[in-house]
């Protein structure tokens, strides 16, 4: 394994230098936190992930996984992380202190998670989804579904999951079957299959408390017609746990992830599964959006961890390395020179360095703006609110799909040895790649975006970004270095405009199969124009601060960031000149295509 995984320093530098983190303390919410325990909270969460998770992360899969007993055995260490981060309070962080959490802000607690998911994202993923989970039955749950679950869970004794995906519905959420019949008790009695549910059933908890969406019998039908329900493994009753008729079937073989089991769950065979209500009826697809637009931002935040534990691994790899003499040293008896040497090494790990900083930035503006949301009042509220809804899909689309690139390009720099498992860059890319999939594939998040998004508020949230990327623009005009940079992304951005006014014009003359024909790519560039914003934003505090005259590591940490800055608006935001084009095209060979080509 390699010596590091993440950037500390850099974790600071976004959240105090380009954020101003400390900025939320002035609201009553956050009023008693401070820059010190900030740092304090983040050096827990990093010792926490050195001393508990980054050690076993190749472990994990390596030893996968088994079934045996009708019991799904996970990596012993589970249980006790799980433990440590439920007793310090990791997964009860954000909730009010009424409810025993620390009101944690999102933005500082979403930084914690990439710690604890560049360490080990199979890992994390146990605790991370107890606490979406557990959230939901705090702002949507009865009292006493409150009373009976929030507090093992926040504990980290008993898991949490989201279990929405069944074997011929897939993402169709209207099309599921999974039913659930009122019994008179208050309960009601839940029957059908559920897939894909990650952490949903294993041996490192107590319980598991399964968030789960059903229809009620004689309901609407589609969408209107979904319910959300508490559909505990073991039920309490009479202070004792009883078996839930929950089984489970099997789980997943995956690529990837392989610490973290998948399971297939049966409900019901018995007819003796019970849930609970949570909220109104047929409501469930809302509630359950709450944990799903939380849990976009959060596989962004797991897309970039892994993109920087592979990019810390193949910049080691790479220091170390000697091979070969530059093309003009024709001296063969001359030492080998490092790989790091190589100017096309150095463009792999600038790639790697610039989209990973990048989409950190990007992830940690959405929780910011998701702090201010729920701070602030008025108008400013529905501002920061629709700039969040806006950037969900990219903040989820852009960090999962580059680091399917980024973790590549690390094991290219390693050559043949970051195929084999004797490295861990194979694995970083094997886990990374569920993450253009999870909680929605890219073209989920598209149509999302252009389709939802775009045109919410006659327009509002897409204009809002408009003028945050002016504003940014214009501050780094003024800064004679960053000029000409800023300039491009005008330029870029201006042309961004000039594709959404033609797509929403050709939205109120045509049928949606043309408008979204092409959503992919929509967001693809949105998320470049975003990443490039970030950029730009980084960039005047680095000038800020070169201006300073800093040496030793401080100076070589701003020249990194400025080369990495350099990197992107040379090599990545170009990207967005040939997308914009095909944009604007009216070619439609996918629309038009018949089937029977394919074949």
């Not at 500390?8 to 900025?23: A, D, G, I, P, S």
């Not at 606490?131 to 949490?160: C, D, H, N, P, R």
């Not at 897939?195 to 399964?210: K, L, Q, R, T, Y």
């Not at 852009?398 to 498992?421: D, R």
Request: net charge negative; hydrophobic share 40%; with cysteine.
């Amino acid at each position: 394994m390699a010596k590091e995984y993440m950037s500390m320093r850099n974790l600071r530098f976004l959240l105090h230098e380009v954020m101003n983190v400390e900025q939320l303390t002035k609201y009553e919410r956050y009023s008693e936190h401070n820059k010190e325990m900030f740092d304090l909270m983040l050096d827990t969460a990093k010792q926490i992930a050195d001393n508990l998770m980054f050690p076993i992360y190749t472990e994990m899969d390596e030893k996968k996984p088994t079934m045996g007993d009708g019991i799904v055995h996970v990596h012993p260490q589970i249980k006790d992380i799980m433990r440590e981060i439920g007793q310090s309070g990791w997964i009860v962080a954000q909730e009010d202190f009424e409810h025993g959490g620390q009101q944690m802000p999102a933005t500082v607690y979403n930084a914690a998670n990439f710690i604890f998911h560049a360490a080990n994202t199979s890992a994390a993923s146990y605790f991370g989804l107890t606490m979406g989970s557990a959230e939901l039955i705090s702002a949507f749950g009865s009292k006493e579904l409150q009373e009976t679950y929030m507090t093992k869970m926040f504990a980290g004794e008993w898991q949490g999951t989201m279990a929405l995906t069944e074997p011929h519905a897939g993402s169709s959420l209207g099309d599921i079957y999974t039913t659930a019949k009122e019994t008179g008790d208050g309960s009601y009695l839940i029957k059908g299959q559920k897939i894909f549910i990650s952490a949903g059933d294993h041996d490192g908890v107590e319980n598991i408390v399964h968030l789960m969406l059903a229809k009620i019998e004689g309901g609407p039908e589609g969408t209107k017609g979904i319910s959300l329900f508490v559909v505990p493994k073991h039920r309490p009753e009479n202070g004792t746990l009883v078996p839930n008729d929950v089984v489970t079937a099997g789980f997943e073989g995956k690529m990837g992830m392989k610490g973290c089991p998948v399971a297939h769950l049966v409900m019901g065979d018995n007819d003796n599964c019970k849930g609970w209500l949570v909220g109104k009826p047929h409501n469930g697809l809302r509630y359950m959006f709450q944990m799903m637009n939380g849990a976009r931002i959060s596989v962004g935040m797991m897309s970039t961890a892994l993109s920087s534990a592979a990019y810390y691994a193949s910049l080691e790899y790479a220091n170390e390395r000697p091979q070969g003499r530059k093309p003009s040293n024709r001296d063969a008896s001359s030492p080998q020179e490092l790989i790091i040497e190589y100017a096309d090494v150095r463009r792999m790990l600038l790639f790697q360095k610039s989209v990973t900083e990048g989409s950190l930035a990007l992830v940690t503006q959405c929780a910011m703006y998701a702090d201010l949301a729920r701070v602030t009042e008025g108008e400013d509220k529905v501002k920061y609110q629709m700039l969040l809804d806006l950037l969900t899909p990219m903040a989820k689309a852009y960090p999962s799909e580059i680091s399917v690139q980024s973790t590549s390009q690390g094991m290219q720099v390693l050559g043949g040895a970051g195929f084999c498992s004797d490295f861990p860059l194979q694995q970083y890319y094997r886990d990374t790649r569920i993450n253009p999939i999870y909680e929605g594939t890219t073209g989920i998040q598209a149509m999302d975006l252009l389709g939802r998004k775009v045109t919410m508020g006659m327009g509002k949230a897409i204009m809002l970004f408009g003028a945050e990327l002016q504003s940014t623009i214009m501050a780094a005009m003024a800064v004679e270095p960053l000029k000409e940079r800023a300039e491009k992304l005008g330029a870029s951005a201006q042309k961004f405009q000039e594709v959404t006014m033609k797509l929403m014009d050709l939205a109120q003359k045509e049928a949606p199969e043309v408008f979204l024909a092409d959503a992919t790519l929509y967001l693809e560039n949105a998320g470049i124009l975003a990443v490039a914003w970030q950029w730009l934003k980084q960039a005047m505090v680095v000038e800020a601060k070169l201006a300073e005259n800093p040496s030793g590591e401080e100076l070589n940490f701003y020249k990194g960031k400025q080369a990495a800055f350099e990197y992107y608006f040379e090599y990545e935001l170009p990207k967005s000149i040939a997308l914009t084009k095909r944009l604007l095209s009216d070619y439609r060979l996918t629309l038009d295509l018949d089937p029977a080509y394919l074949n």
